[in-house]
């Protein structure tokens, strides 16, 4: 089955009671239930509900995996990953990340005794030379966020499974349509189901996937346990979105590559950062992983002031936290998404004053290149 005919399809066959071809919506925080000891599967909503059960099989099927896990964000998906760990356990971690993500792993995580290393990823060799004897897991976004840097994920699946270490992936940016980890041997997949499965900027939403039985084991104990759930409608909404994946994705990207293509040479932008570019650094990469290069562009103004002229006069571009929607949306990450992150770690990476995000949403590209022209 392709893609999607299982976006469409797994998880979201027609009610068996009533026919209805979408599924139900099940508001309901707990089930009556036949006689002590005695019920129909479904006890309480925190711990089983139908409608979050249909979501969470489906993106199982998106993502090529065997198991998935709801949860209320993406924050809450990455935070209930991390607690497959133990204290003294050590994680390395990509040095250009979702500004949340380091948040939660350097003033959370870090006062229950696990460690962290943050090394670049677009070099396997410093995974490899980061290893401590500790090490338990290897976690990357790919692409990252806001650099659009490229992780080789078989490359980084080989060095977890030498190691023992589980590798995570956060595959927010690329949706599963453009990338699968699990198949390029990651053993977990988590998604901020908020941006592209989600896709109107309409929830709040987070997914964890798996194809490990005993990691989809823990991490069904540790949903119930912890309690992170999303509320049935959201899972709901995120039925409706998965069925338009596909050709939303396919939209983003077409725009993207139009506009990171007239970015690259306006006289104005000292830098277009998008791994669909054969300039970009690891574009060949992105190639073999990727069926496609998502909606996500970064370029280089040159300073805060430019930045703030600039988005500015944007008319369709929206200037607002998040991202994947079907309207376009420029962030500035360092006074945004990525205010978390030390000033000198950020400049380090290229995530300065100057710097804007774009995601391309999936209005005409005619509109969206002339808004551009206009702002800048």
């Not at 090394?119 to 401590?132: G, L, W």
């Not at 966020?145 to 589980?166: C, F, Q």
């Not at 901020?192 to 109107?200: F, P």
């Not at 949306?329 to 360092?334: D, M, S, T």
């Amino acid at each position: 089955m392709k893609f999607s005919t299982k976006a469409i399809h797994i998880g979201q066959e027609p009610d068996e009671l009533t026919g209805a071809v979408t599924v139900p919506l099940y508001q309901t925080s707990t089930y009556a239930q036949v006689e002590i000891g005695k019920h129909k599967g479904f006890e309480y909503a925190r711990t089983q509900n139908p409608t979050r059960f249909a979501w969470e099989d489906n993106l199982a099927a998106m993502e090529g995996g065997s198991h998935a896990f709801a949860f209320g964000s993406g924050s809450a998906a990455v935070d209930t990953v991390m607690r497959l760990l133990n204290s003294g356990d050590h994680v390395i971690m990509a040095e250009d990340m979702y500004g949340g993500t380091f948040r939660l792993t350097s003033k959370v995580l870090t006062r229950f005794g696990i460690t962290f290393s943050y090394v670049d990823m677009r070099d396997a060799s410093n995974i490899e030379a980061a290893i401590q004897p500790n090490t338990r897991m290897i976690f990357t976004e790919t692409p990252t966020n806001p650099m659009m840097t490229i992780t080789d994920l078989a490359a980084v699946a080989e060095i977890a499974r030498a190691h023992g270490a589980l590798m995570v992936v956060d595959n927010t940016f690329a949706s599963p349509y453009f990338q699968r980890p699990l198949e390029r041997g990651a053993h977990i997949v988590v998604h901020s189901a908020t941006k592209y499965l989600g896709g109107h900027s309409d929830l709040v939403s987070g997914i964890v996937a798996t194809n490990d039985e005993g990691l989809a084991e823990q991490l069904k104990f540790l949903q119930n346990a912890v309690g992170a759930v999303p509320g049935p409608f959201e899972c709901w909404l995120l039925l409706r979105s998965s069925k338009t994946l596909a050709v939303r994705m396919d939209r983003h990207a077409f725009n993207a590559q139009r506009i990171a293509e007239y970015c690259e040479q306006h006289a104005q932008i000292q830098k277009t950062y998008y791994p669909g570019l054969p300039s970009h650094p690891q574009h060949n990469i992105a190639a073999k992983q990727m069926s496609g290069y998502g909606g996500m562009i970064s370029i280089e103004l040159g300073s805060l002031e430019r930045a703030k002229e600039v988005t500015k006069k944007f008319k369709l571009f929206t200037l607002a936290e998040s991202l994947g929607g079907v309207e376009s949306l420029v962030c500035h990450p360092v006074s945004m998404t990525h205010g978390s992150i030390p000033k000198e770690q950020r400049e380090r990476l290229g995530v300065t004053d100057g710097l804007i995000r774009l995601s391309c949403g999936i209005e005409d590209v005619e509109d969206l290149l002339e808004d551009l022209e206009g702002a800048l």
